[in-house]
DNA sequence: TTGTATGCGTTATCAC
DNA sequence: GTGATAACGCATACAA
């Protein structure tokens, strides 16, 4: 599948009647069948009537492109994605429930779902984006806390383009964003597990650079102190939110098992793959230790045992970040930052049959 | 999240700086300016130079949307996804490997990618939207035999409008194509099934309204009559490829098993809900029965035992789709059909260890 | 309620 | 090599 540059062959075969065509038809102004079609202005409806069965008749179809020309609108949300290659992070029920709920809200509002991806090596330049006009606002995925990012979240913010952040927040920054409440989430997760009895818990997270990663960091920590005991850093571990990175760290958290008696993963990929790795050193979910992940993808209750983790909203957040970009590209107030509630959800992973550890 | 329409914004704070602006600073005529943005025609180098340094001091950016009414190309491709409330395929290995391959291919040709869900009580009007140049090709996800599908299809097809199925093939009718080798995969996985000793083997097919359905029944028959035995049609069950549909299954096939050595599952989401269903009805793979899925998701190494299954080259299909497509628009000839392989990858769920049955 | 006229920012086809 | 200019199909302010 080689590289290959834009070429154009001419839309043959299908005819296009014109506003010209089905104003000569009708016999009345090309200005009325605008009219007509927009449902803007008064308009008598028997004019109305004879434009649309002129139309009808000429099979017309206005034309998007001179549309969005005229009215310097493309009509096109951008939501940019970061691409890396060989890794499809669209096959992640991260991205996709995400991208989901944008679809949902933007076709109920006919706008279009322009997808960019995004390589992490280019040089990233959203603002061109509205320039060139082919987006009229955008959903930033993915977003990740470093300097160039930031500046480009900057840039859009300080001309008040159109944009959202999904999952994505920057301490300092008061930028459009929708966000999960991830301190919450693992707060509750990790209360659960010491409520249980589970006193060691080993904390799995992902890379710091996001910044739901350090608030499931902080709300680790937080449940630990809410019950009077200083965390134990030497439990904290980072993988890469990749199961892979969960079957590595396994090699390196299971001669620390005999003093760990709960796990607790900052996704349910990782969790799997702590899962599989530490059962090859003999522990066992369920019989030496509890498990409990993050985003209650579908694989959760795909395992055995089936792993408690707490849930996202991703469908919502998509959802929110559409309505929220919209709203601000209508001039609706908008709230700046978002938060949505986030659920744990009980599975048999934190059923644990030996006698517990201290 | 409440319904909305379209309205618009002005695009403030952008200083556009237009051809005319880029021309006046140079010293050229704005022909000049197109000459060298597109590199089209012959150029003097110095007057290349003028303009390129003009553009880059008024921070010139060609408008899209100016350029597509020009040329009449949108720039853009349609993928069109069916869209169930509820149910996000999108979050399926499937429907976003494919998509991923579409989205890389896309971005080498400087095309976009335009998501189009698809409800399927709305009627289709794939046509429509070529008529509306809102796109200058489309691939099409998911599509099922019916009717008015076709029909549709065969419109797009006879006004030689630029377009691909993706994993979906119509007995009869010669439509642009990228699909899989699913009855040989099928083949592979029942004949292996067979070499192992497994007699009484099982198959769970999705609805049959989707060509890969039917060519994986006709895998599993032909690999029972390339051994000489007639295909146990008794064995044979549908479900609608969500794990939910292979756990309701499992209570049908439970009955059953004393009489079955080996499951087949027309992809691994029901194969893990009948495991998971089976196993309350005390029946385990690697014990009982050996058990083969289809699609090679990742959740097929996710669970206990791992799952042996057929693997799809669907990143390479969106590619492909989308190359054809492009070839299409620029008039190449391209390959009607056609058909990657699929690759058997073997995992423990087809090691048993009870006495084989027959 | 309807028609007229202008502009949107390019591309592309001529001339020179 | 370069400049002038006619499309492109619609939206919309203004006039009637």
Known sequence: MGRCTRVHKVLEGISLAKRKDVAKLAGVSEATISRVFNNVGPIREETKQKVLKAAKTLNYQPNALAQSFATGKSGN???????LPKVHLLSTHYFSGILSGIGIQLGKCQYNLLVMFQSPHEPKDYVQLFRSQK????????????????????????????????????????????????????????????????????????????SNSMERLKGYRDAYLNVGIEPPSELVFQGNYSRTSGIQLSTEIAPLMSNIDAIFSGNDRMA???????????????????????????????????????????????????????????????????????????????????????
Chains 1, 2 share one sequence.
């Open 272 to 358: 799997i793959g702590l899962m599989q790795g530490l059962s090859k050193h003999g522990y066992h979910v369920g019989e030496d230790y509890a498990l409990i992940g993050y985003d209650n993808s579908d694989v959760a209750s795909m395992v055995q045992p089936q792993l408690t983790s707490v849930q996202v909203p991703l469908l919502e957040m998509g959802e929110m970040a559409a309505e929220k970009v919209l709203n601000e590209l209508n001039g609706k107030s908008v709230v700046l930052q978002e938060r949505l509630p986030v659920t744990l959800i009980e599975r048999a992973s934190i059923q644990v049959k030996k006698e517990m550890r201290k």
């Open 77 to 83: 949300i951008g939501v940019i994605i970061p691409y």
């Open 135 to 210: 987006i009229d606002g955008c959903i930033i995925l993915g977003a990740k806390n470093d300097e160039q990012e930031i500046k480009e979240i900057e840039r859009l913010h300080e001309l008040k383009l159109p944009y959202c952040l999904v999952n994505q927040t920057y301490e300092g920054y008061p930028f459009h964003s929708v966000d999960a409440k991830h301190t919450e989430g693992s707060f509750q997760a990790v209360s659960l597990l010491l409520e249980k009895g589970f006193k060691r818990i080993a904390f799995i997270n992902g890379p710091l650079e996001y």
